[in-house]
Every structure is written in structure tokens, then in C-alpha cells.
């Protein structure tokens, strides 16, 4: 009896505690309800999957991706630097679309209303094709494996480490590797988006964007911004065509401009007016540290850390302290924040299972938390639309056969069972990439794929071509682990658009085809209208390529490729890098501002400070309207940042047409020393 009563009790209690946790979410899915962004769109009828994917949006895609590859792919080899492209191809995407149906309902012939839906297929779409740009190694490991980079260093610059580029096997390569971490993830889409809930912070502030596009107050401010980006491009294009005038040869023009003095362009100290860049003073601290001390007292040690009769470009020389030390601090960025993410990974799950046992105690099956509206109706548009789980695993394999049988044939070093582990544990490594991703807005794709190069790179060993085989791995692993969790940034924007699942997934798969196209066509064009490609001293000197090489040289030579005292000062500042890393976490989000990041004060530890001296400026300028007028700047930065960046990017294509053709400019501009200066008009008047 008493056992009876005591179990009654126990029970009762449960009921009581369900029923306030019930109550408590309901209250707070009520006033969720009051802001809800689903009841704007109530009246208006989301299109079946089908229509989602018009002929227009697609159109437009092919066209925005073509745009975005230029300019990612004039980053690529510039600087390295890659900013985010969402927004501008959200916005572009509604303004071009918004302007065609205008246009049509003038007309009489507008079938189908442009829609929130259609919106986020063309952002889609647009950042699957120019996000090839970035993991086809344009400017990293695939121009790395190049003969151009190999005769940069003096180690395993045999035929068996080199693949000079091609359209052919590079369209191919591309085909065979981008498509696994699409079908890898798709099975664990429900899990990432309904179960876990996962933030993905730059896929929620897409989707806030395009849903605001298409209320009437948002459709009047995307006008402005369209506009305020369209003044800024037509800026940047045409000032980028004015500096061409005056490079009739190299070393010529404004991008050589003397700013601080010819010691300090000797340097790399310079401001090179490009319209591009706007970041913070991270790497203006790298750029001081580096050419404004390190490699000037190094550079006072030739005779004795390294020998005076090597060449300038030589590793075993100051290029080798240039491209180490900056590669210890990277690979110690990207370790700290890898095990940042893998803690942070394995305590999310550990917190959601524990919150999906919790709540089968509370209730045996019959427990559901009170969803908003907002919620509710996105659940339910997400799961309509399912795509078969048998599907995506076949395909995976499928795709991993062809691959495991085509790779060799392109990389003679790369064997099959190679390709095959990496296969095994890419979808484990595309799991953690998309799920960290989800929760801290990082891609570590990069990180995995410099994983794969000392890994299979030390497995294939120096004499069998392992720096090739090593660079062709980590093709593979970013190329896997990217489109992962670009796949998974879309599905979250898709569910907070309405947009169905599988008009997200075949449009991922169309922007990933033509960018597997396009990628290679547009890199093939700067391959062939500059000569100089990849050279230190060029105007697209593809800095990651030859970080890369030397990252493959290091994990198949071990520590025999260094110069004298250079892995002292990489055990440094590989220490340096996981600690400043540490006192950024440890301080919190307040104070970490004022502290700088180890992987911007590494990026021009090898390139220079001439680009840092722009983003210093550009931030400057920010920071200045922010305080003049911080809401116009918020809502107007981005666009100015788009139009900017565009335009300059932009430049690229008819500058390479130029080049083919060989059209040079009419003037050189050129600065010299008041000595060397009249040096030149001696000789001129003799």
C-alpha cells in the first residue's frame, strides 16, 4: 500500500513538473508569436519545390556566379583573403530578379511572382559556384602542385611532385571530388536543423536578410543598398581602369606608390590604393612585426644562419624564415581552434542528448516541446520534402568508386586505397566541419585538408611524390568537407525562408556543376593573360600557393627543409599562436576585441604590409561612420564593402582580355631616389 502511495506521489509530482515546463514554453512560443515573421507571409502562397527552381533564377545565377568567381578568384591570388559573399549575392539576386519580373508585369507576360523562395535558390546557387573558386585550390594546393611554384623551392621539385595546370583535368578533378560532402551530409539534415537546432549564424542572418527583402519596408531599404552598391562599384571599376594607364611594365602604377617612403617599399610598406579591402588592424600588427622587424634583423644574419651566396627566393635562405614561421603560426591557429571546436562539438552533443533524456523522463513518448508558429510551420515545410537517405548513400558510393578509379589517373602518386581512408573518415570529418559550423560560423575545411596533406604526404613518402600526393589530398578533404557545410549554412537558410530542401539541394548541385566549369575556365584566364603568375614580385603572386608546397616539403622532409634557427623561431611563434588563442577565449568577447588574431598577424608575415595599410584604412573609415551615424552604417557598410569589392574584382576580366591581346599600357609610372633619379636624366642627356 505504502509502495502504491509512493509511486502515486512520484508520478503525480512528474505531471506537475511536465505540465509547468509545458506551460513555460507555450507562454514563451505565445510571445514568440507576437514578432512572428511567418504570419507576414501568411497570405501568400509558398510554391511547390518544382517552382522554386525557375529558368530566371537559375539565369541569374550563372550570371552573379560568374561575377563572384572573378572576384574570388582575383582574392585568391592577391591575398588570400576571401570575405563573405552572402549578402551581396542575396541582394544582387533580388534586385536583378525583382527588376526582370518588373519588367514582365509591365509587359503582361510575369507568370510567376518573384518569391522569398526563388530569393534563396539564387543565393544558393551563386555561393555554390563561386565557393569552388575557394576549394578547388585555385590559389592554395592546386597552383602549388604547379611547375611555376615547385621552381620556388629548392626540395622535390621533380616531375613526379609537379602537375602544371590544365582545363581538362582540373574540370575533371573538380566533378569527381565536390560532390561527396553533399550526399554525405543530406541524411543528417533533420538532426542538425529540428534536433540540435543549430544556429549557423551566417545562413540565419541570410535568411533574415532575404525575408526582410520581400516585406515592403525591406523591399524600399534593398532599393537604397542596391543603389548605394551600384555607386560603389561604378567607383571601384572605373578607378581600378584609370591605374591601369600607368603600368605599362612591372613595378609600375599606383599599386607601387612609395607612401612611406622607398625604404619602406622595399619593405612592402605601402599603400597600394586598391578599393578591395576592409578588415581590422590584426594584420597591420603582423605586417610591423614581420617586414618592420623580424626579417630586417634576420636579413643582418646572412653569412651566418644562412649562406650570403643563396638566391633571394631560395628556402634555405630568408624566403624559408618568410614562409615557415608563418606556416608554424597557421598550423597553430588551426590546431587551437580545431580542438576549440571538437571540445565545443562533443559538449553540444553531450548537452542534447542529455536534454532528449530528460525529456523521455519527464513523459515516456508523449512529451513535445510547444514550438512557436514561426517553428511549426517551417517543421513542417522542412519534412515535407524529403530526400531519400538510400539515395544519398548510393550516390556517395557510387561517387567514391568513380573517383577512387579516376584520381590515380590524374595523380599518378595518389594511389587508390589512399583515396579510399579518405573516403572512409570524410564523412565522419564533414559531420564535425558542418556541425562545428553550426555553432561557431567556422569552417575549418582549410584545417582538414592541411591535415590530409601530412598525413597521406608522409604516407606516399618524398620518393614516390609525396608532395604531390599530399597537395591532391587535401584537394580532396576540402573540397568534401567545404561543400558540407556550405550545404548545411543553405538548408538552415532554406528552413527559415520556407524554401524547400530539395530546391536547396539541386540548386547546390547546379551552382557546384557550373562552378566546376566556370572555376577552372576563369583561372585558366589568368593563367594565360599573366606570365608572371605566382612570382613573388607579381601582381598575382598566389602567396597560399607556395605556403602550401612548402607545408607538403615539410611532412614528406621533415625538419631538414628549414634553414638554421628557423625551427626555434617556428616552435615560438606556433606557442605564441595557441596562446594568443587561449588569452582571447580566457578574457571574453569584451576585452578579445583589443586582442589581435594569429592567423591575420601570419597572413603577411610572407605577403608584406602593403594590403594591410588599405584594410587599416578601410576599418578607419568604418569605424568613423559608425560613430557619425552608426544605423546608416549598418545598413549601408555592407553594401559599400559589395560594391567595392565587386567592381575591383570586376576589373579582372577585361584587364585579362587586355593582356591576351596584347595590349599594354601607354604609361609607366615609377618612383625613383632623388640619386637614382638623376642618375636616369644623366644618361637620357648624354
Same mark, same amino acid.
Given at each position: ?54 529558368? /530566371? ?17 582575383? *582574392? ?6 576571401? @570575405? ?6 542575396? *541582394? ?37 559556384? %563561386? ?14 602542385? %604547379? ?71 525591406? +523591399? ?32 609600375c602604377g599606383f599599386n607601387n606608390f612609395p607612401t612611406f617612403g622607398l625604404k619602406a617599399y622595399e619593405n612592402r610598406f605601402y599603400f597600394d590604393f586598391s578599393a578591395t579591402y576592409l578588415i581590422n588592424i590584426s594584420l597591420l600588427i603582423g605586417s610591423v612585426l614581420s617586414w618592420g622587424i623580424m626579417w630586417p634583423l634576420i636579413k643582418e644574419r646572412k653569412g651566418d644562419w644562412y649562406s650570403s651566396e643563396l638566391k633571394s627566393d631560395s628556402l634555405h635562405g630568408l624566403q624559408g624564415y618568410k614562409v615557415f614561421i608563418a606556416i608554424a603560426m597557421i598550423l597553430g591557429d588551426g590546431l587551437y581552434n580545431f580542438i576549440k571546436v571538437l571540445a565545443h562539438k562533443l559538449y553540444g552533443l553531450y548537452n542534447q542528448f542529455q536534454e532528449k533524456n530528460k525529456r523521455l523522463d519527464l513523459s515516456a513518448s508523449t512529451y513535445t516541446p510547444a514550438l512557436s ?26 561517387? !567514391? ?41 567556422? %569552417? ?24 604531390? +600526393? ?31 530542401? /530539395? ?27 599573366? @606570365?608572371?603568375?605566382? *612570382? ?5 603572386? !598566389? ?10 616539403? *615539410? ?28 588569452? /582571447? ?10 586582442? @589581435? ?21 578601410? %576599418? ?67
Amino acid at each position: 500500500m505504502d509502495r502504491s502511495s509512493s509511486i502515486t506521489k512520484k508520478t503525480d509530482g512528474d505531471e506537475n513538473e511536465r505540465n509547468i515546463v509545458i506551460t513555460a514554453e507555450q507562454e514563451e512560443a505565445n510571445n514568440n508569436d507576437a514578432g512572428s515573421i511567418e504570419k507576414t507571409f501568411e497570405g501568400t502562397e509558398v510554391p511547390p519545390w518544382q517552382k522554386q527552381l525557375t529558368v /530566371r533564377a537559375l539565369v541569374v545565377s550563372f550570371v552573379l556566379g560568374i561575377l563572384f568567381t572573378f572576384i574570388v578568384m582575383k *582574392l585568391n591570388l592577391t591575398t588570400g583573403i576571401i @570575405p563573405s559573399l552572402n549578402v551581396s549575392a542575396g *541582394l544582387l539576386g533580388f534586385f536583378f530578379v525583382k527588376t526582370w519580373s518588373k519588367f514582365l508585369e509591365k509587359s503582361g507576360l510575369l507568370k510567376q511572382p518573384f518569391t522569398r523562395q526563388e530569393n534563396t535558390v539564387i543565393q544558393t546557387c551563386v555561393v555554390a559556384t %563561386s565557393g569552388i573558386a575557394f576549394s578547388g585550390g585555385f590559389g592554395s594546393y592546386l597552383f602549388g602542385m %604547379s611547375e611555376v611554384i615547385a621552381k620556388q623551392s629548392t626540395e622535390a621539385n621533380d616531375s613526379q611532385n609537379v602537375k602544371n595546370p590544365s582545363l581538362s583535368w582540373m574540370i575533371g578533378f573538380l566533378f569527381v571530388v565536390s560532390y561527396l560532402g553533399l550526399f554525405s551530409v543530406v541524411p543528417l539534415r533533420k538532426i542538425m536543423i529540428i534536433d540540435f537546432k543549430l544556429i549557423y549564424p551566417s545562413g540565419t542572418a541570410t535568411a533574415h536578410l532575404i525575408n526582410s527583402f520581400h516585406t515592403p519596408q525591406g +523591399a524600399k531599404l534593398a532599393k537604397k543598398q542596391v543603389r548605394t552598391l551600384g555607386k560603389f562599384f561604378s567607383f571601384s571599376f572605373v578607378w581600378a581602369f584609370f591605374q591601369w594607364f600607368f603600368t605599362a611594365t612591372e613595378a609600375c602604377g599606383f599599386n607601387n606608390f612609395p607612401t612611406f617612403g622607398l625604404k619602406a617599399y622595399e619593405n612592402r610598406f605601402y599603400f597600394d590604393f586598391s578599393a578591395t579591402y576592409l578588415i581590422n588592424i590584426s594584420l597591420l600588427i603582423g605586417s610591423v612585426l614581420s617586414w618592420g622587424i623580424m626579417w630586417p634583423l634576420i636579413k643582418e644574419r646572412k653569412g651566418d644562419w644562412y649562406s650570403s651566396e643563396l638566391k633571394s627566393d631560395s628556402l634555405h635562405g630568408l624566403q624559408g624564415y618568410k614562409v615557415f614561421i608563418a606556416i608554424a603560426m597557421i598550423l597553430g591557429d588551426g590546431l587551437y581552434n580545431f580542438i576549440k571546436v571538437l571540445a565545443h562539438k562533443l559538449y553540444g552533443l553531450y548537452n542534447q542528448f542529455q536534454e532528449k533524456n530528460k525529456r523521455l523522463d519527464l513523459s515516456a513518448s508523449t512529451y513535445t516541446p510547444a514550438l512557436s508558429y514561426d517553428d511549426k510551420k517551417r517543421t513542417q515545410l522542412f519534412l515535407k520534402d524529403q530526400i531519400p537517405t538510400w539515395i544519398a548513400v548510393s550516390s556517395y558510393i557510387a561517387i !567514391a568508386v568513380i573517383s577512387s578509379a579516376t584520381l590515380p589517373h590524374i595523380f599518378r602518386p595518389l594511389k587508390w586505397y589512399y583515396i579510399i581512408v579518405i573516403y572512409i573518415f570524410a564523412p565522419a570529418l564533414a559531420f564535425c566541419n558542418a556541425y562545428g559550423c553550426g555553432l561557431t560560423d567556422w %569552417s575549418l575545411a582549410s584545417t582538414y585538408g592541411k591535415l590530409a596533406i601530412f598525413v597521406i604526404g608522409a604516407w606516399a613518402g618524398g620518393s614516390h611524390g609525396g608532395v604531390l +600526393a599530399g597537395l591532391a589530398a587535401c584537394g580532396v578533404m576540402m573540397n568534401i568537407v567545404s561543400t558540407a557545410s556550405d550545404l548545411t549554412q543553405d538548408f538552415k537558410t532554406g528552413y527559415m525562408t520556407l524554401a524547400s530542401p /530539395r530546391s536547396m539541394f539541386v540548386s547546390q548541385i547546379i551552382g557546384t556543376a557550373m562552378g566546376c566549369v566556370i572555376s577552372p575556365c576563369v583561372f585558366w584566364l589568368f593563367y594565360k593573360a599573366f @606570365p608572371d603568375i605566382g *612570382l613573388s614580385g607579381s601582381q598575382y603572386k !598566389a602567396p597560399y600557393a607556395l605556403v602550401y608546397r612548402n607545408m607538403a616539403i *615539410l611532412g614528406v622532409e621533415g625538419f631538414s627543409a628549414l634553414p638554421d634557427h628557423c625551427l626555434t623561431l617556428c616552435y615560438v611563434f606556433f606557442i605564441a599562436a595557441v596562446v594568443i588563442n587561449g588569452v /582571447r577565449d580566457a578574457v571574453g568577447v569584451k576585452w578579445a576585441r583589443f586582442i @589581435p588574431l594569429p592567423m591575420a598577424i601570419a597572413i603577411p608575415f610572407y605577403l608584406g604590409g602593403y594590403f594591410t595599410i588599405d584594410m587599416c584604412v578601410g %576599418s578607419l573609415i568604418l569605424f568613423v561612420w559608425e560613430k557619425i551615424d552608426k544605423a546608416k552604417a549598418d545598413a549601408f557598410g555592407p553594401a559599400v564593402a559589395s560594391g567595392l569589392i565587386c567592381g575591383d574584382g570586376i576589373w579582372a576580366l577585361p584587364n585579362s582580355v587586355l593582356a591576351l591581346a596584347g595590349v599594354k599600357a601607354p604609361i609607366c609610372m615609377k618612383f625613383l631616389s632623388r640619386k637614382d633619379n638623376a642618375r636616369v636624366d644623366a644618361f637620357l642627356g648624354s
